[in-house]
């Protein structure tokens, strides 16, 4: 929830977390302190919502964008983006990595909060003008 840009820890959670709240870690609880005793430690996280959300597009559209994309963590963004889109339709995965100012080749983990903001922004404004493309799913 806490990770940030370029770390092993970054994930759809994260980005997720972050564009609605600032995500503060607290403090560690060793996993001895539970019956049964985990095999992990646990971390207690302090989350205050935000009175404007980082990203300004619907939660919807935001959580779509970011699942797709993360869905091939370990590949290019590039690849993400495809799968909000149908096979045929490779002008608007250009458009949205023109537009939204993204490096094609960055990972998933590697995008700023300014650069999740602007592809959402695009992929709304595409979707404003093909609305078939918001209900749009590769699955």
Not at 32 to 48: S, T
Not at 50 to 60: C, D, G, T, W
Not at 85 to 107: C, G, H, Q, Y
Request: overall charge positive; some cysteine; proline content about 6%.
């Amino acid at each position: 929830m806490t990770a940030d840009i370029n770390t092993a820890n970054r994930c759809r959670l994260s980005v997720m977390c972050q564009y609605l709240c600032d995500v503060k870690h607290k403090f560690n609880i060793p996993g001895k302190a539970f019956v049964p005793k985990p095999k992990v430690d646990v971390g207690v996280v302090h989350l205050i919502p935000l009175k404007v959300a980082r990203i300004s597009q619907p939660f919807k559209l935001v959580e779509k964008a970011v699942r797709e994309v993360f869905h091939f963590r370990r590949k290019y963004c590039k690849k993400g983006i495809e799968s909000l889109f149908p096979p045929e339709r490779d002008d608007l995965v250009l458009k949205m990595i023109r537009n939204s100012r993204i490096d094609a080749t960055a990972r998933p983990f590697q995008l700023t909060m300014e650069d999740w903001s602007a592809l959402c922004d695009v992929y709304a404004e595409i979707c404003r003008h093909e609305p078939d493309l918001a209900d749009y799913s590769y699955r």
